[in-house]
């Protein structure tokens, strides 16, 4: 007879299972990010800015790392955003070699609805029976 599976192992198979199922959900069969560009006519590279801009202002180099990306290409998005009337630059008023990007009116409501497309949930989640939805949101919750 078989000895019983080791339960750290198995519920590390489950996570990892469930993890997968989430993370294939909300990048692979129902990422938003092509809806955000098309709708937004820009690259998700500056929605993120403007997301991440839409908290308060941030000097670039907090930016920079918010973004995961290197400095010469959040100058291009901020340029980019700034052409657009989204974004403000300024320099820092304690330190004169920092600038500082300041989210604009337009900027925001840009940001908003990028933020509703991608808090829209799932088809496939609306179809759950509300037990499991409701199960669903308890286990979250937890997270």
Do not use: W
């Not at 199922?21 to 590279?45: H, P």
């Not at 801009?53 to 291009?76: I, Q, W």
């Amino acid at each position: 007879m078989n000895a019983p599976l080791d339960t750290t192992e198995s519920r590390l198979e489950t996570a990892s299972r469930v993890f997968e199922a989430m993370r294939n959900l909300v990048l692979e069969s129902d990422d938003r990010r092509i809806e955000v560009t098309e709708a937004l006519g820009m690259s998700f590279g500056r929605t993120k800015a403007l997301r991440r801009l839409a908290a308060g202002p941030l000097r670039m180099s907090e930016l920079t790392a918010k973004l995961l990306t290197d400095k010469p290409y959040t100058t291009l998005i901020v340029d980019d955003l700034e052409r657009r009337g989204l974004v403000e630059r300024s320099v820092h008023p304690d330190d004169r070699r920092c600038k500082i990007v300041t989210i604009t009116a337009a900027g925001q409501a840009v940001a908003a609805q990028a933020d509703a497309i991608l808090a829209r949930p799932p088809e496939s989640m609306l179809a759950l029976d509300p037990e499991e939805l409701a199960a669903l949101d308890r286990a979250m919750a937890k997270l």
